[in-house]
């Protein structure tokens, strides 16, 4: 988690910012981790090992500054959606628009799956309510359950009326949205974040 003065920056939950180093050309964007309530931002960053923004985040030193730009995107939880029992689907970093409703949104009435490759990537995993967050190791044996997201919505399928978020990789948002669609889920009930 990457921890930085606010600046008084206005953003709504599941917005996007644009970080490097500063004085870098180079920006990647980040969701906020954190909530707008909170005083400082925090971004959940996966070091990538031939990234060239992330790598160069991971050396800042406490006091460094950055570059920084936005808030962006679309990516919110629908007003209506608060009230019902949305389903929140990410895979590994792509938890973070996630951890900021739940932070954001008090009492919200969620269900998380959750895929990572190791049960280590379940970063701050105390944050999400046990009873309503399902944690799918793909490569150990740290999970509830042993295997993708998309092979646990084909064990148990969704019912057509609920609201879908889907964060995290490409290859994740395609399978799912097809997952999603072919058990009666309507398009316009599927939000869906790339991350690369
Ligand atoms: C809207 C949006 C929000 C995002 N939010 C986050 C976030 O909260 N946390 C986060 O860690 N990333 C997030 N990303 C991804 C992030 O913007 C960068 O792409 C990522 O940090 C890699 O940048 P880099 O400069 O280190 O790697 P680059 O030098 O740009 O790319 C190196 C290689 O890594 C691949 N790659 C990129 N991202 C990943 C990944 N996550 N896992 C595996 N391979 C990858 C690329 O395809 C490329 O082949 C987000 C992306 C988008 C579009």
Do not use: W
């Amino acid at each position: 988690v990457l921890r930085i003065e606010r600046c008084g920056l206005a953003f709504e939950p599941g917005q996007y910012i644009c970080l490097g180093r500063a004085g870098s050309l180079a920006l990647r964007e980040y969701t906020v981790y954190s909530s707008p309530e909170e005083d400082h931002l925090e971004a959940l960053i996966k070091e990538i090992p031939s990234g060239l923004v992330s790598r160069a985040l991971r050396r800042l030193s406490p006091g460094d500054p950055v570059e920084l730009t936005g808030p962006f995107g679309r990516f919110r939880l629908v007003e209506s959606d608060r009230a019902g029992t949305p389903l929140f689907v990410a895979t590994g970093t792509g938890v973070s628009p996630f951890h900021c409703f739940v932070r954001s949104y008090p009492g919200l009435d969620y269900r998380l799956l959750h895929g990572v490759r190791c049960a280590t990537e379940l970063y701050e995993r105390q944050v999400f309510d046990p009873g309503r967050t399902v944690a799918c190791v793909s490569r150990d044996p740290g999970g509830d359950y042993p295997g993708r997201v998309t092979a646990y919505l084909g064990d148990h399928p969704v019912s057509p009326e609920t609201a879908c978020y889907l964060c995290g990789n490409s290859d994740m948002i395609y399978e799912t949205m097809a997952l999603l669609r072919a058990q009666g889920v309507p398009r316009d009930r599927i939000f869906a974040e790339i991350y690369f």
